[in-house]
């Protein structure tokens, strides 16, 4: 925990450094319990500016091959980062996902899983992660490009209630879900231009 607060320390000032940034809605997040924080994914650069700002530990889940690159490895293993094998969730993912949110912790995704532009539909884990673990879903959008010193802001929005999917098995239901949690950010977005 104490190399998390460092890192944070050290990304708040480097990020403030190298972009303008704004952030709106921190006071959306729980301060307490399972939360998924639900954000669009812009660049390699998001899941710091998506976690540093806030008070808790945030995870991410990594692709599995940034667990073997030298240096970076060890660094994103010790700010509590998990594998995720391209392609598909492995069991252990999941469950290690389900860990974190069930225990309390904040777990930060991309539901559009790779960084695109706004065309590439989502996938449904993260609706799967909040309806299974009763996490509450925080929707956050990401508004500008990480071009030196440009103005880039974090919006983080109220909870997403997904009442109306908890408890049912149909097969279309986490991808109702997913499109809910997918709509709720393109309104942070445009709201927040």
Same mark, same amino acid.
């Given at each position: %925990?104490?190399?998390?607060?460092? =890192?944070? =320390? #050290?990304?708040?000032?480097?990020?403030?450094?190298?972009?303008?940034?704004?952030?709106?809605?921190?006071?959306?997040?729980?301060?307490?319990?399972?939360?998924?924080?639900?954000?669009?994914?812009?660049?390699?650069?998001?899941?710091?500016?998506?976690?540093?700002?806030?008070?808790?530990?945030?995870?991410? %889940?990594?692709?599995?091959?940034?667990?073997?690159?030298?240096?970076?490895?060890?660094?994103?293993?010790?700010?509590?980062?998990?594998?995720?094998?391209?392609?598909?969730?492995?069991?252990?993912?999941?469950? !290690?996902?389900?860990?974190?949110?069930?225990?309390?912790?904040? %777990?930060?995704?991309?539901?559009?899983?790779?960084?695109?532009?706004?065309?590439? &539909?989502? +996938? *449904?884990?993260? =609706?799967?992660?909040?309806?299974?673990?009763? $996490? &509450?879903? #925080?929707?956050? $959008?990401?508004?500008?490009?990480? *071009?030196?010193?440009?103005?880039? +802001? #974090?919006?983080?929005?109220?909870?997403?209630?997904?009442?109306?999917?908890?408890?049912?098995? &149909?097969?279309? !239901?986490?991808?109702? $879900?997913?499109? +809910?949690?997918?709509?709720?950010?393109?309104?942070? %977005?445009?709201?927040?231009?």
């Amino acid at each position: %925990m104490t190399f998390y607060r460092f =890192a944070r =320390a #050290v990304l708040r000032i480097v990020y403030r450094v190298l972009f303008r940034i704004k952030i709106i809605g921190t006071e959306h997040i729980p301060v307490e319990g399972g939360v998924l924080l639900c954000s669009n994914h812009i660049s390699y650069l998001d899941p710091p500016i998506v976690g540093i700002f806030i008070k808790r530990p945030v995870r991410f %889940m990594a692709k599995e091959e940034l667990f073997k690159v030298p240096v970076l490895g060890p660094i994103i293993n010790k700010l509590g980062a998990f594998p995720v094998k391209r392609g598909g969730i492995s069991k252990d993912s999941i469950r !290690t996902a389900l860990t974190v949110l069930r225990e309390g912790g904040i %777990m930060g995704i991309f539901p559009e899983g790779t960084r695109n532009s706004q065309s590439v &539909a989502a +996938k *449904k884990g993260a =609706a799967v992660f909040a309806l299974r673990s009763d $996490a &509450a879903v #925080v929707p956050v $959008a990401i508004i500008g490009q990480y *071009k030196l010193f440009s103005k880039i +802001k #974090v919006v983080y929005g109220p909870p997403v209630d997904l009442t109306a999917y908890k408890g049912k098995e &149909a097969t279309g !239901t986490a991808e109702e $879900a997913t499109d +809910k949690i997918m709509a709720e950010i393109r309104q942070l %977005m445009k709201q927040n231009q």
